[in-house]
């Protein structure tokens, strides 16, 4: 029991319970708050109708980087009109596809519906969006699980390529049936989003970073608050144990839910780093692939979720833009120092940095030299043929 000890100590209680009874209930932490739009935007998925107008017309003028870009991609394999869709029951993913019983054909197949998808809308010349759909049918109708180590990851993968394409060709194309439609978003919900909803604590971060895309793409198809806001919040906790600022204290922070918190613990999960700077990674010193493909993903979920009508870039600018910037750097051949992963850093960061740029330095108006740099000697910027195709098509110098 606590005693009062004065008359001045009651009152003090009384005003503090009365404030506490007429104050407003405030809002929920960020990380759990509801987010999800009232009306979803369709297309809505990385890229929205305003971005695929800008590019038909730049394409069709044919001005730079744009045209180049779609001849690439009219070019590639997974444009091929000729293509014959691989579907399986189980897709059975070991640790770097092995074994690999059709992991490669459901990423390569996504990736083509999406490929056929956006070849349609700058092109409109109906046989793709006809490929693209013949490709969703096929899998859609066949498709039950995915097993072995990696499936959570294979699962990220293909379920980040199936709702840009679906999204494109549903509300932009008449000749999707509705059962082929409803086939489709049954597999998504009951296939696909089970094995990312939950995320992934323990694992590096591309994993769980490459699911919320996946997840966030697909609560967009069905248009599942829910699923939406779980997506989102768990990008919110994860992005600042992926990505490294100084303002986060002396080491960086751990996943949310790890159990990962000490320095020992940290510096073990960061690959033996133990000097932390403004945009290391926690892969930087695995390699610079594995890295971009958490860049990447990291940017897709903000893009898909601007065009919903929620902007996370300003809460990441400052970890993407200080990230891209430094792998950018070394990824154009600056001296690696000796603090850094010993020296000695595996290079090939991918085709991964037009959407953050485009956000970060065209919309945003933040200067990124090296960022800019490297995109610019990169393009047109093909596809990684696991989630990430034809970024400088879709996102070059796009305002929308």
Same mark, same amino acid.
């Given at each position: ?53 800008f590019v038909r017309a730049k394409v069709n003028a044919g001005a730079q980087p744009w045209k180049g870009a779609y001849d690439q991609m009219i070019a590639s394999p997974l444009a091929s009109l000729s293509r014959t869709p691989k579907p399986r029951a189980v897709v059975e993913c070991g640790s770097y596809s092995n074994p690999n019983y059709g992991c490669t054909d459901e990423r390569q197949d996504a990736l ?42 294979? =699962? %990220? $993968? ?5 709702? !840009?394409? +679906?999204?494109?060709? @549903?509300?932009? &194309? =008449? %000749? $999707? ?5 409803? !086939?489709? +978003?049954?597999?998504? @919900?009951?296939? &696909? ?8 604590? !323990? ?114 600018a400052d970890r993407l833009r200080h990230a891209l910037g430094l792998h950018a750097k070394y990824q154009l051949g600056a001296a690696v120092p000796s603090w850094l992963c010993g020296g000695s850093l595996a290079l090939g960061l991918g085709p991964v940095t037009e959407v953050g740029f485009n956000a970060l330095h065209n919309r945003m108006g933040i200067a990124m030299t090296n960022t800019q740099a490297l ?26």
């Open positions: 029991m606590v005693r009062l000890r004065s008359r001045g100590n009651l009152l003090s209680l009384a005003l503090a319970l009365v404030v506490a009874l007429i104050a407003p209930v405030s809002s929920p932490p960020a990380a759990t708050a509801r987010t999800a739009p009232a009306a979803f935007t369709h297309p809505g998925v990385l890229v929205s109708r305003a971005q695929l107008d083509a519906a999406y490929t056929a998808a956006l070849a349609w809308y700058i092109s409109r010349d109906s046989r793709y969006a006809e490929k693209a759909i013949q490709i969703m049918d096929a899998w859609s109708a066949v498709i039950t699980d995915h097993t072995n180590s990696n499936a959570p990851l294979q =699962t %990220g $993968w293909a379920g980040s390529s199936w709702p !840009r394409a +679906a999204e494109i060709i @549903r509300y932009t &194309y =008449t %000749g $999707w049936s509705a059962t082929g439609v409803n !086939r489709f +978003a049954t597999m998504l @919900r009951n296939v &696909y989003l089970p094995e990312i909803i939950n995320g992934s604590t !323990r694992t590096n971060g591309n994993w769980e970073l490459s699911m919320m895309d996946a997840a966030i793409g697909i609560a967009v198809f069905l248009e599942d608050r829910a699923a939406y806001d779980k997506a989102v919040s768990t990008f919110r906790a994860r992005v600042p144990a992926y990505i490294y600022l100084t303002g986060d204290g002396a080491f960086p922070k751990g996943p949310a839910g790890s159990g990962i918190d000490t320095r020992a613990e940290v510096v073990d999960y960061w690959q033996g780093q133990d000097t932390f700077v403004d945009g290391l990674s926690q892969e930087t010193c695995r390699d610079f692939t594995h890295t971009g493909y958490g860049l990447a993903a990291t940017a897709h979920i903000a893009e898909t979720a601007r065009i919903q009508g929620q902007d996370l870039y300003p809460e990441i995109t610019e000697r990169q393009r047109p910027a093909g596809s990684n043929n696991l989630f990430v195709a034809w970024e400088t098509l879709t996102h070059a110098g796009n305002p929308n």
